[in-house]
């Protein structure tokens, strides 16, 4: 059984940095594209950047400059550096990866439990 676990987050001041793990668990084969995303009050989930298996990377318009995504695939761990944080940044962060378990089965997409992040102005 695959599952990604999440660490990170909190509360933290306008201006501000904070980073988020995610490791990936259980029987993985391979992952492909890792990446986060988030959820604020009242809006839909939106992405926030994501990362190939060979290292190229994707931002939103609204962090980019701002936020840096990695990963290190032998520990099948993805990390979101988030610097000069924003209120607007506030919400429900999720890590994603397109996990492969192995034989019989298909590449799919697993989600982390979520992880809230507040900015306070």
């Known amino acids: 059984q695959v599952q990604l676990v999440q660490s990170g987050g909190g509360l933290v001041q306008a201006g501000g940095s904070l980073r988020l793990s995610c490791a990936a668990s259980?029987?993985?084969?391979?992952?492909?594209?890792m990446g986060w995303y988030r959820q604020a009050p009242g809006k839909q989930r939106e992405l926030v950047a994501t990362?190939?298996?060979?290292?190229?990377?994707n931002y939103a318009g609204s962090v980019k400059g701002r936020f840096t995504i990695s990963r290190d695939n032998a520990k099948n761990t993805v990390y979101l550096q988030m610097n000069s944080l924003k209120p607007e940044d506030t919400a429900v962060y999720y890590c994603n990866a397109d996990i492969f378990p192995g034989y019989g089965f298909e590449y799919r997409p697993y989600w982390g439990q979520g992880t809230q992040v507040t900015v306070s102005s």
């Open positions: 990362i190939t298996s060979g290292g190229i990377t």
């Open positions: 259980g029987s993985i084969f391979s992952i492909n594209a």
